[in-house]
């Protein structure tokens, strides 16, 4: 059992030992490929989207004056913008993401396809698409709530409850 420990703890070191650091120049091409990619713009448009989202569904429910509604949309978009991107959050997580799954010879590839004619175009088109499959997404999502109540009344009755 010792032998066990032993070997499983050399293992766990030896991995440790040879683990790629998160050095300044790892950060820098993450950064780089960040501008390039317009990554953050792509996070910054999700989070937005997610707020508008469950704003216009709040307004709904409460009848919301639409300069009320244009306040709370105006202020979100601030708060993402300064608690996402003005904080550096995005780009901390981006760092420790980018840096579990790829080495800085892959990073270094990544960059220089993104700087390409078809890379560029990708990195231009990306937050375009990202935005017209969120409302698609969207779409179908409202389209199912019907459907979704009706199964959910009709296995709450099945269940004997009402």
Do not use: C, W
């Amino acid at each position: 059992m010792k032998k066990y420990i032993l070997i499983v703890m050399l293992f766990v070191f030896s991995q440790l030992l040879f683990a790629e650091k998160l050095t300044t120049e790892k950060k820098r091409i993450i950064d780089e490929m960040l501008e390039i990619t317009n990554a953050i713009k792509i996070g910054e448009i999700i989070a937005t989207d997610l707020g508008n989202t469950i704003i216009s569904s709040m307004s709904k429910e409460q009848n919301l004056d639409p300069k009320i509604i244009a306040i709370i949309e105006d202020e979100f978009e601030k708060i993402i913008h300064d608690e996402f991107i003005v904080s550096g959050f995005m780009n901390e997580i981006s760092y420790k993401i980018y840096h579990k799954y790829f080495t800085l010879a892959e990073l270094k590839k990544i960059v220089a396809f993104y700087k390409t004619p078809t890379g560029s175009k990708l990195a231009t088109l990306a937050p375009k698409m990202t935005q017209e499959g969120m409302i698609e997404s969207q779409k179908q999502a409202q389209s199912l709530g019907p459907i979704i109540y009706q199964r959910l009344i009709n296995r709450l009755e099945k269940e004997g409850i009402k």
